[in-house]
């Protein structure tokens, strides 16, 4: 019940296009849903997040798009650049369980120049 | 921008070795947590840390492991003797409980190579 499933595993995208990454989750106490990006040999940098009182949260060109009554939540990166090329995980978290993140498996995203 | 550092970047050890991983959380956090990533896998929680006590531990946190305060700014992860499979990267997180909520800061890890 604490899994959080995310797909695809790899995305390549044109430079320009649209890049979405999808993510569920089966834990109702999930109360805080961030999307990490992380390079290689770095860590996890906090990118955006939502809490599950909106259904969209935009900053830039990346938007969370949240759905609460599928338990699903995706990020789109709009206009995407070849410097996103990264790996992003989404994860989730709950304030009763001392706010550790769970994380999902990860999507590489390959942006094509 | 405030950051959570971490020591050392990268060690080797032999199996059966004891290693610290050091971290130094953002000041004025107040939960801190240790995570690790395999190499190609995904982020695993392993312990979160507050007011001086270990407040959730994950399964892969057996005997082997055990983390310390032992000043108002370090935060250190002890493995008490290495296993190949302890092989990963090991990142320290902290959090603030201000308005910013769960906003979790990560280090940029220690690479933990078990030879």
């Known amino acids: 019940q604490q899994q959080v499933k995310q797909s695809p595993q790899s995305l390549i995208v044109q430079k320009g296009g649209i890049s979405i990454i999808n993510c569920a989750y089966e834990n109702t106490a999930f109360d805080y849903f961030p999307w990490y990006q992380q390079f290689p040999g770095k860590g996890p940098a906090l990118l955006i997040a939502i809490r599950p009182d909106v259904s969209e949260k935009k900053e830039g060109r990346f938007t969370i798009s949240f759905n609460k009554s599928a338990k699903q939540f995706s990020l789109h990166i709009m206009d995407s650049q070849p410097g996103d090329s990264a790996t992003y995980f989404c994860a989730a978290g709950g304030s009763g369980s001392a706010r550790q993140l769970t994380f999902g498996s990860g999507t590489q995203l390959t942006v094509l120049p | 921008e405030p950051e959570v550092t971490q020591t050392p970047s990268h060690q080797v050890t032999q199996m059966g070795q004891e290693v610290i991983l050091r971290c130094v959380p953002i000041?004025?956090?107040?939960?801190f947590y240790w995570y690790r990533q395999i190499l190609g896998q995904k982020v695993e929680f392993l312990v979160s840390?507050?007011?001086?006590?270990?407040?959730?531990k994950s399964e892969i946190f057996d005997d082997q492991f055990s983390v310390e305060r032992p000043d108002g700014s370090n935060f250190t992860l002890k493995i008490r003797s290495t296993k190949l499979e302890d092989s990963a990267m090991y990142f320290c997180a902290s959090t603030t409980r201000g308005i910013s909520g769960n906003t979790i800061y990560f280090g940029e890890g220690s690479w933990l190579t078990v030879v």
């Open positions: 840390f507050y007011n001086n006590e270990i407040s959730e």
């Open positions: 000041s004025n956090h107040l939960y």
